[in-house]
Structures are given as structure tokens and as C-alpha cells.
């Protein structure tokens, strides 16, 4: 449990002593931050907790607010500098920070400015991301962004949805960033005119029946027999469509040969096959693609 305080400090010190593992505070609204900083830091070292900086454009301290003429990148890492130099001024140095902005781009050079001032330990927010669907883009953008160039070590996806959504879209984008091993997936052609069956509508199906499905498989939903075994060679299993008929292939090799009403049924029962031959077989379910450690900055 991580408490998450704003305005009044004396929050800080019940959550500490309530024993929650870590404690963001919000230095542009705890009154006082300045006079009670040294006290959380001893409170912080005394509990052998951590804590988090937590800048936000959204209260950005009001003074620098009027300097910079707003949250801007500069103003936001301002604000986390002064807190970072006054903890460690104190000696504490247990500490992480965020800078979040709503805005994507705002956001991304900002973390770009802080880690170019110092090596601490970041969090990546997209703050008020809005939506799921926005939200997921703008934390896809920012995130990948940061992430490929080795800035972060923790994120936060802020969805106006429920948080569940947010962990999902936040364990999808670390894996196909090579940061997490990838989990179930699908691979499903766009369609185009060479398409004998409605790609969309299968993919979806393969989709909602495999959900539950965790083991590292690769599912290959493609409209056509031209390209299709050939573009989906890396998958575990799939699907090429033709002539009312679905060739189901397995590590490229054809397997068998549906009606096209047989092919959901069908690619559905050899996933769960495969799946829980990898979810007994823990070499099965090491065959995700390397995890590759974020870059020294
Ligand atoms: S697999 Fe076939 S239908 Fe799908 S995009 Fe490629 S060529 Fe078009």
C-alpha cells in the first residue's frame, strides 16, 4: 500500500506509522513543505520506507507557477529539484521522483530535462490522461518514448477507467517494449483486398475466447492464403483464410483444414492446448522475447 498526501503533512506521519510500504508527497500543496521536509525524511528512515516526489502540473508550487508562467517543463522540474536536493541535504536519498503533465509531449521533455539534471530514480506519469482509449495512446507515446531512451524505472497509466484497465494497458506496453516477458497475444492482419473472410470479426472472437488465456502464445488471425502463413511464421499458432475454409498451421506448418464456421472452434481448442502444454512446461513459459534491462542514463 503506497498513501498518496496532499495539503496537510501530518497525513505523512499517520501513514508511515500505519506501515504503507512508500508515501508520494505532493510538494506543491503540503503547507509548510519546507519546514516539515527533514521531519518526513526522519520519519521515512526511521519507518525504512521510501518516498516519492510527486510534481504535478495540475499544482504545480504557485510561485513557480508565476515564475515560469506556468507548468512548464522547466517549472515542474524545479519544483522536484528543490525538494530532491533539500531530502538529500538532510541525508535521505531513499526517494523517487515524478514530474506528470497531461500532455504527451510536455510530459516527455520534462522527464527528458530531470534526467539530464541527475540520476534518481523516475516514475512516468501521463497525468489525467483522460479515457481509456485516449488515455492508452497518450501513455503508449510518452512511456515508449521514455522508456526506449532508458528514462524510468516506474509507471503509472491514469485512465478514466477502472484501475484494473490501467494495469492491464500499463503490463501491455512494458511488454511490447521487451521489458516485461510478453504474454498471450494476437497477430492479426489489417485485411486488404486480398481478404476471403472478415478479418476484424475473427480476430475479435480469437480474442474474447482466448482472454483468459496467460501462457506466452502467439495467435496468428490472417485474411488470406498468399501471405498469410508466411507473415504469421513467428506465430504459435494461426489461421489463413480462402475459399470458405480456414488453414490452420502451427509454427508455420499447415495442421488442418476448417469450413470457415469451424475456425474459431477450432483455433480455440489447439490455444488451449499449446497454452497449457506451456503453463506445465515452465521452459514453455520462458519463451517470451528477452527482457532487456533499461540503460544506464
Ligand atoms: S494476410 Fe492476406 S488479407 Fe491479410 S493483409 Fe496480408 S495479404 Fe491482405
Not at 519546507?34 to 516519492?52: F, H, M, N, W, Y
Not at 510534481?55 to 522536484?80: F, I, M, Q, R
Not at 535521505?92 to 509531449?105: E, G, L, Q, R
Amino acid at each position: 500500500m503506497i498513501a498518496d498526501i496532499h495539503f496537510q503533512s501530518k497525513y505523512v506521519f499517520e501513514a508511515i506509522d500505519a506501515g504503507c510500504a512508500a508515501v508520494r508527497v505532493n510538494p506543491g500543496n503540503i503547507r509548510k513543505f519546507d519546514e516539515v521536509g527533514p521531519q518526513i525524511c526522519k520519519a521515512a528512515t526511521d519507518a525504512g520506507i521510501s518516498l516519492r516526489i510527486g510534481v504535478n502540473a495540475g499544482s504545480l508550487d504557485k510561485e513557480l507557477y508565476a515564475k515560469y508562467g506556468g507548468p512548464t517543463p522547466e517549472a515542474l522540474v524545479a519544483s522536484a529539484l528543490k525538494e530532491a536536493h533539500m531530502f538529500e541535504d538532510v541525508g535521505f536519498h531513499d526517494f523517487k521522483i515524478s514530474v506528470k503533465h497531461h500532455d504527451p509531449v510536455t510530459m516527455v521533455e520534462t522527464y527528458r530535462l530531470l534526467a539530464s539534471k541527475g540520476d534518481w530514480p523516475l516514475h512516468l506519469g501521463v497525468t489525467e490522461a483522460g479515457p481509456a482509449w485516449q488515455g492508452t495512446i497518450k501513455s503508449c507515446v510518452a512511456f515508449g518514448a521514455l522508456l526506449a531512451e532508458g528514462i524510468g524505472d516506474t509507471i503509472r497509466v491514469s485512465l478514466s477507467a477502472p484501475p484494473v484497465e490501467e494495469v492491464k494497458v500499463g503490463c501491455k506496453i512494458l511488454e511490447y517494449l521487451g521489458l516485461r516477458p510478453r504474454k498471450f497475444d494476437i497477430i492479426s492482419c489489417p485485411s486488404c483486398g486480398r481478404a476471403q473472410v472478415d478479418v476484424i470479426h475473427l480476430a475479435n472472437e480469437v480474442t474474447e475466447g482466448l482472454k483468459g488465456i496467460t501462457a506466452p502464445i502467439r495467435v496468428a488471425v490472417m485474411g488470406c492464403i498468399v501471405n498469410g502463413p508466411g507473415e504469421a511464421r513467428e506465430a504459435d499458432l494461426g489461421v489463413a483464410s480462402g475459399n470458405g475454409k480456414g488453414r490452420i498451421f502451427i509454427k508455420g506448418e499447415v495442421v488442418e483444414t476448417v469450413p470457415e464456421d469451424q475456425i474459431v472452434e477450432t483455433l480455440l481448442k489447439y490455444a488451449r492446448d499449446i497454452a497449457s502444454k506451456m503453463e506445465g512446461d515452465e521452459d514453455g513459459m520462458a519463451t517470451g522475447p528477452i527482457v532487456m534491462p533499461i540503460t544506464e542514463q
